[in-house]
């Protein structure tokens, strides 16, 4: 089998292991393996092919890497995750939420949880309410 068939299968096989990682590096180095495959079917080298291997994949790493980093994980907005994905739900009191005391409850979702009052009104069974904040297992909660 011919030199090139080799890289193209290391190329492939990297691109292969870049799907079950999140790095970005891996192909970098799947680039420069094409790179040397096509310069082993141009009948280059081996030590030609191994110098483009390595130059083709350090220029990857520095310059395709931070663009891709850039496209797929984009900084914009965090998404809320746990339980602090709950602030700014809407809910229902189901057991008297009676100012700073964390003894009232409400229910967020169809899950039962205890709440005290944002401002320290009482606010009734029944009434609707958007959580403004949570500490450990008590929410902070106002009137709609």
């Known amino acids: ?9 290391a190329a492939l096989l990297l691109f292969i292991v870049e799907l079950m990682t999140a790095g970005f590096a891996v192909i970098c180095l799947a680039f420069g393996a094409g790179a040397a495959a096509i310069a ?8 030609t092919q191994l110098l483009i ?3 083709v994949s350090v220029v990857a790493i520095a310059c ?3 663009i891709l980093k850039r496209t797929i994980f984009k900084s914009g907005e965090k ?10 739900k809407h809910g229902v009191v189901c057991n008297d939420v009676e100012g700073d005391d964390d003894s ?20 009734p069974k029944g009434t609707k309410v958007v959580v403004t904040a949570i500490d450990s297992v008590v ?6």
């Open 1 to 9: 089998m011919e030199i090139w068939i080799y890289w193209t299968i």
């Open 40 to 47: 082993a079917a141009c009948d280059a080298t081996l030590n």
């Open 53 to 55: 291997f390595a130059i």
């Open 64 to 66: 395709v890497r931070p």
């Open 79 to 88: 998404v809320a995750t746990n339980a602090s994905a709950i602030v700014g």
């Open 104 to 123: 009232g409850r409400v229910i967020i979702d169809g899950i039962d949880w205890r709440a005290k009052s944002l401002d320290g009104e009482t606010l």
């Open 139 to 144: 929410l902070t909660v106002k009137k709609l």
